[in-house]
């Protein structure tokens, strides 16, 4: 049915392209898109409006329809019976309530949401102008667990022996960014970081990992103790005019941490010689009650 509706509408775009020449009468002013309104990103399961800002000028509207990624899922047509009209494509539930001829209601939306949302709007005769603008959604998913690190748990550590770890984040989309941090200080040589593959699961979500190994040494503990963190970072990617661009200062950037204490056996003064690797610990909240432990 839908396919039956989009050939007549073909039809009739091949009409426009050759009555649009012919135009409104003169002085007569014609329709204008100005702004399409579409959030660049979205938490799953939120709602997303999406608006379409135009002046009709001197024209009367014929049809606001709605496409995702070049499909149409929604037409708005003032002399039609019913006015409104949606179309089933994945991720795209349309609330018809709040749904008109200048938005569109998306309700709770998942990752096969995102994509190039696009507005056209034509008019009747005799002008049947018709313009179009578009905007990009991309739908993020939270972790909803902190990272875990793994290794060799309860072993004996001498300065001099290595330690090797891995840290995983939660499941999210898009891919979480892993660091290691030493004693709060970020490890940035290549060569103590070990890039291990991220992993895709059904219906999207991606779980990073990254490994740490290094050489243990005196100086790691200056207070008796190491503490070593992965910090997973969520960071949506933007898209600006159909370029891809990471915006690194915004408001949602999903931080999350798992924690690693190391203690040293002997005295702050004497650095330890022998050092067990006590705890694997994960969020933040533990922080203060292992290091006063
Ligand atoms: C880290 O992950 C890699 C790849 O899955 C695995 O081969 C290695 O044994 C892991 N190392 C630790 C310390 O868990």
Not at 134 to 145: A, C, I, N, Q, S
Request: charged share 20%.
């Amino acid at each position: 049915m839908t396919e039956g509706i989009m050939g007549k509408d073909y039809l009739l775009l091949l009409n426009c392209f050759v009555l649009v020449t012919l135009g409104l009468p003169q002085g007569a002013v014609p329709l204008r898109l100005q702004r399409v309104d579409v959030p660049a990103y979205k938490l799953r399961g939120d709602s997303a409006l999406l608006q379409c800002h135009y002046d009709l000028g001197d024209d009367a509207l014929y049809s606001v329809k709605w496409y995702k990624d070049d499909e149409e899922f929604y037409r708005f047509v003032p002399k039609a019976t019913p006015q409104h009209s949606s179309y089933r494509i994945d991720g795209v539930k349309v609330d018809h309530h709040l749904s008109n001829e200048k938005q569109v209601l998306l309700r709770s939306v998942n990752l096969k949401s995102s994509g190039v949302y696009r507005c056209e709007v034509s008019a009747e005769a005799p002008s049947f102008a018709s313009a179009q603008r578009e905007g990009r959604m991309e739908v993020v998913f939270l972790p909803k667990d902190d990272p875990s690190i793994t290794g060799p748990h309860d072993k004996l550590y001498q300065v001099g022996d290595e330690i090797n770890l891995n840290c995983t984040s939660g499941k999210s989309y898009p891919a979480s960014v892993l660091h290691w941090y030493i004693n709060d200080q970020e490890v940035r040589q290549e060569d103590l970081l070990v890039p291990l593959p991220a992993v895709t699961h059904p219906h999207g979500l991606v779980t990073s990992a990254l490994g740490l190994r290094f050489t243990v040494l005196a100086h790691h503990f200056p207070q008796g103790s190491m503490r070593v963190r992965c910090v997973a970072r969520v960071s949506p990617v933007l898209w600006e005019g159909g370029r891809e661009s990471v915006v690194l200062r915004q408001p949602l950037d999903d931080v999350r941490e798992a924690l690693l204490l190391v203690h040293g056996s002997g005295s702050v003064a004497s650095p330890p010689a022998t050092l067990l690797l006590l705890l694997l610990a994960a969020g933040a909240a533990t922080v203060g009650h292992l290091v006063s432990s």
